[in-house]
Structure formats: C-alpha cells, structure tokens
C-alpha cells in the first residue's frame, strides 16, 4: 500500500489541473498563434509560467485505484500488475486465467 500522503498530493494535483485546463489551454493557444504580436505571446509565455507546476497535467501519476501503487499501472483499467494477478488468481477479472502448474 502506498503512503497516504502520495495518493492525497496526487489527486490534488488531480483536483488543480482540472481547475485550471481552461486557463492553461487559453494561453497556450495565444503563445501558438503566430498571428499575434510577439509581445503579446511573451506576455502569455510568462502567465504561463507563473501558474502552479502542480496544475500542469504531466505531473499526474498514475496509480493503481486499489493499492495507489505507483509503478506498473494499466492505463486500461487503472490497475498494477500486482493488484491485476491476485484478481485474476480470485477469478474476479473476465477473460484473465492465471496459470499455475
């Protein structure tokens, strides 16, 4: 089971970039359009900096909703390999035999 305190300060980070997407896409669609004015692109490029790094979406990690590991996760089902075989070993995930001889 992973740290309290690692699942919490990701589903923050979670919580920030859902609040601030809008934000964050406005700006990065003025500092692409090349039809603006350079100052003005700047000017975004340096709002964009002075957000949170936490509301950016690359800082989210994925973690298995089970045991909030987070290192081998499927994206599919948001599941670690591990928590994935010891269903499978129960019979709860159709479709997945675990061998055993």
């Known amino acids: 089971m992973a740290k309290?305190?690692?699942i919490e300060k990701n589903n923050r980070r979670k919580k920030m970039t859902k609040n601030a997407a809008p934000k964050r896409a406005r700006l990065k669609a003025i500092i692409a359009d090349k039809s603006k004015p350079m100052e003005e692109r700047?000017?975004?490029t340096l709002k964009l900096a002075e957000m949170p790094r936490n509301s950016s979406a690359?800082?989210?990690r994925n973690r298995c909703d089970l045991t909030g590991r987070?290192?081998?996760v499927y994206r599919l089902n948001k599941l670690s390999r591990i928590a994935i075989r010891d269903l499978g070993s129960r019979g709860l995930v159709l479709g997945l035999v675990k061998s055993s001889w």
Do not use: L, V
Request: charged letters at 25%.
């Open 4 to 6: 309290k305190s690692a």
């Open 42 to 44: 700047f000017a975004a």
């Open 58 to 60: 690359t800082r989210i």
């Open 70 to 72: 987070p290192r081998s």
